[in-house]
């Protein structure tokens, strides 16, 4: 008799950040290889998974994504939070106000035992969006550093260049995750 495939492993990675940022397209981009046709608001979990093969080992990435309303997070907190390999913090590069949460969406990973020991990277998303952007790329740096974390610039919508057809220098999202 042959024996059993060997058991594919799980590597569970929360998206987090706030509302509006680009957390569901990125982690369509990265699972279904393209953005979005029509996004819908999140409610309670997004869950996408994709298998990828690392030295001949298939590895099953799952990526979690939550829209943040009080009510989902009451319930389902916990659950969210159990059992997390890696932690990717999104900010949207044309939205100050999504960078200056960033330090209450660390704390509150850090409350539930996901700090420095944590595979942890910051990504800056819509950066296709450059001649808006509001955060620049020193200060996000500064900020990545401060928490010890990689720093990558990103686009879910065009990882290839900006709207004016340049090329970009952004990181492709399939290559961060
Ligand atoms: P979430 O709330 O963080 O899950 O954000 P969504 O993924 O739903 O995206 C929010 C909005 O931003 C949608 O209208 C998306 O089409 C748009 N969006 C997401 N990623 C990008 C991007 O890389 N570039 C641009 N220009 N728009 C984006
Ligand atoms: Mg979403």
Redesign the pocket.
């Known amino acids: 008799s042959s024996l059993p495939p060997p058991r594919t492993r799980i590597f569970k990675i929360i998206?987090i950040?706030?509302?509006?940022?680009?957390?569901?397209?990125?982690?369509?981009r990265f699972c279904a290889g393209k953005?979005?046709d029509k996004?819908?608001?999140?409610i309670g979990v997004?869950f996408r998974e994709k298998v990828i093969e690392i030295d001949g080992e298939k590895i099953k990435v799952q990526l979690w994504?939550t829209?943040g309303q009080e009510r989902f997070r009451k319930s389902m907190v916990q659950h969210y939070y159990r059992n997390v390999h890696a932690v990717v913090f999104?900010y949207?590069v044309?939205s100050a106000a999504s960078f200056r949460s960033l330090p209450a969406w660390i704390e509150e990973c850090r409350q539930h035992a996901l700090g420095q020991e944590v595979p942890r990277i910051l990504v800056g998303?819509?950066?296709?969006?450059r001649h808006a952007a509001q955060v620049s790329t020193d200060v996000a740096q500064q900020f990545a550093d401060a928490h010890s974390m990689p720093l990558f610039e990103?686009?879910?919508?065009?990882p290839h260049g900006d709207?004016d057809g340049n090329h970009s220098n952004s990181d492709h999202v399939e290559a961060i995750f």
Do not use: H, Q
């Open positions: 998206v950040g706030d509302s509006g940022v680009g957390k569901t397209c990125l982690t369509y953005f979005p996004t819908e608001a999140t997004d994504d829209a999104v949207d044309t998303n819509k950066c296709d969006l990103t686009s879910a919508k065009n709207e």
